[in-house]
């Protein structure tokens, strides 16, 4: 009869089985360790690029639509202008702004003020509105309207008035929600001193 054989078993001593929990215990918070170093880094990339985009949000130009709508309202001087450009100044919370703009007609002067929109997270962001004159009616007279057209493919109208004798021309910009029916009953004001400066007022 044959003897059954008998089992090896390889049995490693206590404190080479303690260095082995050891290790491996030392291997799992490395690893926990690694793994929340990656969470934090993630967190911080996050956190920067979100603010990154806050910034450019802050200060990026709004649109021309979005700017009339929800821009603030300063007035604006214009000096310089010849060419296609002027420059137009304008004050917003204790500071001075100087923006350089595009000359819409020929008729626009130096020394003239119109209302300007601006975004008030970017002051620089600025929108001239042409068609509001900003005047002090004492200065004005009421003149006499002699002819207005409407330029074409444009929304400018050109105008011709006559003060003390002598005849003046002169190109405004209309009003975007403006009909073509309100064109005769526009009402001119001349300035007193300077009359080649007048307005169009529409009801």
């Known amino acids: 009869m044959l003897k059954p054989k008998r089992a090896f078993i390889l049995q490693l001593p206590i404190n080479a089985r303690a260095k082995s929990n050891k290790t491996s215990a030392a291997a799992s918070k490395k690893k926990a360790a690694i793994k929340d170093i990656s969470y934090f880094k993630s967190g911080l990339f996050a956190l920067v690029f979100l603010g990154i985009l806050?910034?450019?949000?802050?200060?990026?130009?709004?649109?021309?639509?979005?700017?009339?709508?929800t821009g603030v309202d300063v007035a604006g001087t214009?000096?310089?202008?010849?060419?296609?450009?002027?420059?137009?100044?304008y004050n917003f919370n204790g500071r001075r702004y100087k923006a350089v703009g595009s000359v819409p007609h020929r008729s626009i002067e130096n020394g003239e003020v119109y209302n300007v929109k601006i975004n008030p997270h970017n002051p620089k962001d600025f929108s001239i509105q042409f068609w509001k004159p900003i005047f002090k009616t004492g200065d004005f007279a009421k003149g006499k309207l002699n002819s207005?057209?409407?330029?074409?493919?444009?929304?400018?109208?050109k105008f011709s008035y006559t003060v003390h004798g002598e005849a003046f021309y002169r190109i405004q910009t209309l009003p975007?929600?403006?009909?073509?029916d309100s064109?005769?009953?526009?009402?001119?004001?001349?300035?007193?001193?300077?009359?080649?400066?007048?307005?169009l007022l529409f009801k």
């Open 54 to 69: 806050a910034g450019l949000t802050f200060w990026i130009n709004l649109s021309e639509k979005d700017l009339v709508a």
């Open 78 to 89: 214009i000096s310089d202008a010849g060419g296609n450009s002027l420059t137009v100044s």
């Open 148 to 157: 207005i057209d409407k330029l074409w493919f444009s929304n400018h109208v």
């Open 176 to 180: 975007p929600s403006l009909s073509i």
């Open 183 to 199: 064109l005769t009953s526009a009402i001119l004001l001349y300035n007193r001193d300077t009359p080649s400066t007048a307005y």
